[in-house]
């Protein structure tokens, strides 16, 4: 069988915690650092998936999605890769505020985005939700597709988890949002030439207090 038919495991990992992710402050492509606690939440998540048989690792060239998945590359062994498709949604002038302040300054836009428009585009060269769910389904086909009949990991960002849950539960855009974007979760889909499904979402038990940690099992 042509492996590009078969199916591929997909393990997908929000990046670690950020101070910005702890002041609600916007992100969007600004290449903010991992903190202490994210660090920490890297090395927790590369060690609960130490023992898996991993193909390759694809991570958003953000830095703190690029350090979580250096630290899975190292636990794993598999091979990383740099994938400017999994980069997070670009918020164009919105970055590096908080929502509140939005909703300050431009209570317009911030009513739009709260209503989740899948046309609203960010002024300064923002992203509408549409062009951010296109742009993540064609980079997780053409990746999963050179890996068919095996397992890849993906690291990317809350917004990137946010698509792939919706792709995989066929959920619109403008449904509201039931389902946990952890920092450092495992989140579990199946990819097929038809699309994605859902396998597991948002497991934590690795972070929880006496879960792995690298330097505890060195």
Do not use: C
Not at 116 to 142: C, I, K, M, Q, W
Not at 154 to 170: E, K, N, Q
Not at 192 to 216: F, K, Y
């Amino acid at each position: 069988m042509d492996p590009q038919q078969q199916a591929t495991r997909i393990i997908a990992i929000r990046h670690g915690e950020t101070a910005w992710n702890v002041d609600t402050r916007i992100q969007g492509h600004r290449d903010i650092a991992l903190n202490d606690t994210g660090l920490r939440q890297a090395r927790r998540v590369a060690a609960a998936l130490a023992g898996e048989s991993v193909a390759a690792i694809y991570s958003s060239d953000l830095q703190r999605a690029w350090a979580t998945a250096q630290a899975i590359a190292r636990a794993t062994g598999a091979p990383l890769a740099a994938e400017a498709g999994l980069r997070e949604r670009s918020f164009g002038d919105f970055e590096g505020r908080t929502f509140a302040q939005i909703e300050q300054e431009s209570p317009e836009h911030a009513l739009r985005w709260r209503k989740r428009d899948p046309n609203f585009t960010p002024a300064g060269g923002g992203e509408s939700l549409t062009d951010l769910r296109e742009r993540v389904r064609e980079t997780v086909h053409r990746l999963a597709a050179r890996h068919g009949g095996g397992q890849v990991v993906l690291v990317a960002h809350g917004g990137v988890m946010d698509v792939l849950y919706r792709l995989a539960t066929r959920l619109d855009l403008q449904a509201p949002r039931t389902w946990q974007l952890a920092n450092a979760a495992v989140n579990r889909l199946l990819w097929t030439p038809g699309g994605l499904s859902l396998v597991g979402w948002a497991d934590t038990r690795h972070l929880e207090d006496g879960g792995l940690d690298d330097e505890a099992h060195a």
